[in-house]
């Protein structure tokens, strides 16, 4: 049976390695087998695992419904359709960032696209971003776009 350390699982998976440790400890990878001097050993298994969470990851999967896809993974009698609701709800999540974007990006060129070439005072990015009200939608814009990429 071949053995990883959690190196080798980070280099095949490209996941860090401090992550794969808040994983473990949130639960979503088994702790490993460690050796004499203590270092984790981690099975095939656990290695899939990790590339599959690493692939909902870059889907945008929370951890909680990771963690439920990857349950109902482990039970292949039971229904699909909760791993398809998880799936829709994702969908409509990134449907709702991708308006956000594109309300930003039509804000930001209008803004970038102003015709006023003449002192900073004037200057229409600097007086749309010193008063949020001039922004359209600014009641819908997010306040941090880091919810839009994880990890």
Do not use: W
Request: charged share 30%.
């Amino acid at each position: 049976m071949k053995e990883y350390s959690i190196g080798q699982m980070s280099r095949q998976t490209g996941v860090k390695v401090t992550t794969i440790r808040y994983y473990e400890t949130r639960g979503l990878i088994p702790s490993p087998a460690r050796t004499a001097g203590g270092q984790r050993r981690y099975d095939e298994a656990a290695l899939e695992r990790l590339a599959f969470l690493r692939h909902a990851r870059e889907l945008g999967f929370g951890l909680d419904d990771i963690a439920d896809l990857m349950a109902l993974a482990k039970e292949p009698a039971e229904d699909c359709a909760p791993a398809h609701e998880i799936a829709r709800k994702q969908l409509a999540a990134v449907d709702r960032r991708i308006n956000i974007l594109g309300q930003l990006r039509k804000e930001l060129a209008r803004m970038a696209n102003a015709d006023d070439n003449g002192q900073a005072a004037d200057c229409r990015v600097i007086q749309v971003l010193g008063d949020h009200r001039l922004c359209i939608g600014a009641h819908e814009a997010p306040t941090n776009l880091t919810t839009i990429h994880r990890d």
